[in-house]
T-cell receptor, first 109, second 111 residues
Framework: RKEVEQDPGPFNVPEGATVAFNCTYS??????FFWYRQDCRKEPKLLMS???SGNEDGRFTAQLNRASQYISLLIRDSKLSDSATYLC??????????FGKGTSLLVTP | NAGVTQTPKFQVLKTGQSMTLQCAQD?????MSWYRQDPGMGLRLIHY???????DQGEVPNGYNVSRSTTEDFPLRLLSAAPSQTSVYFC??????????FGPGTRLTVL
């Protein structure tokens, strides 16, 4: 079983829509959680960290459910520029980041 | 600041050739790492370093060597290239393991 699992999508949504992605992780000892964004043929970039209490950054809201071992990302009022692949990332103790395969989002006019 | 730079951007090798992928950062970060990204596989950690002179293996280290003689540079060496090493290689650096800034990547094809 892969450590971090995501629905690959693609999610096709119209501009202005709200879309949510989920991610599950297998290691209950995981300590840190992140969402990265990766544009086509570009490097991954940190979108936001995910905290146990949940956190919001503008139109983006991230939630963590440790009991069920899943992480979510909610995007409100989708923009064309939100089209990208969203990577769920989990870290245990130590150094290595464990990446999911990503969820593809396409926002259409 | 240039951030994290990687050279070359593209490379084609023949099986058995060796080469070095360069990675440099100008942010004085202690942590640096190399990942490879393959279709349908996600990013996988090859090697990492927590400071000059200190390196360790990640999830997929076989066929690769690294060294960290300075804080700024973290080259990745392919000893004898194989078609299975065709991939996109990303270098990353950060002030801590939780904060990683990725370079633009090197697209490597091994024939």
């Amino acid at each position: 079983r892969k450590e971090v699992e995501q629905d690959p999508g693609p999610f096709n949504v119209p501009e202005g829509a709200t879309v949510a992605f989920n991610c599950t992780y297998s290691n209950s000892a995981s300590q840190s959680f992140f969402w990265y964004r990766q544009d086509c043929r570009k490097e991954p970039k940190l979108l936001m960290s995910v905290y146990s209490s949940g956190n919001e950054d503008g139109r983006f809201t991230a939630q963590l459910n440790r009991a069920s071992q899943y992480i979510s990302l909610l995007i409100r009022d989708s923009k064309l520029s939100d089209s990208a692949t969203y990577l769920c990332v989990v870290k245990h103790s130590g150094y290595a980041l464990n990446f999911g395969k990503g969820t593809s989002l396409l926002v259409t006019p | 600041n240039a951030g994290v730079t990687q050279t070359p951007k593209f490379q084609v090798l023949k099986t058995g050739q060796s080469m070095t992928l360069q990675c440099a950062q100008d942010m004085n970060h202690e942590y640096m790492s190399w990942y490879r990204q393959d279709p349908g596989m996600g990013l996988r950690l090859i090697h990492y370093s927590v400071g000059a002179g200190i390196t360790d293996q990640g999830e997929v280290p076989n066929g690769y060597n690294v060294s960290r003689s300075t804080t700024e540079d973290f080259p990745l060496r392919l000893l004898s290239a194989a078609p299975s090493q065709t991939s996109v290689y990303f270098c990353a650096s950060g002030p801590s393991p939780d904060t990683q800034y990725f370079g633009p990547g090197t697209r490597l094809t091994v024939l």
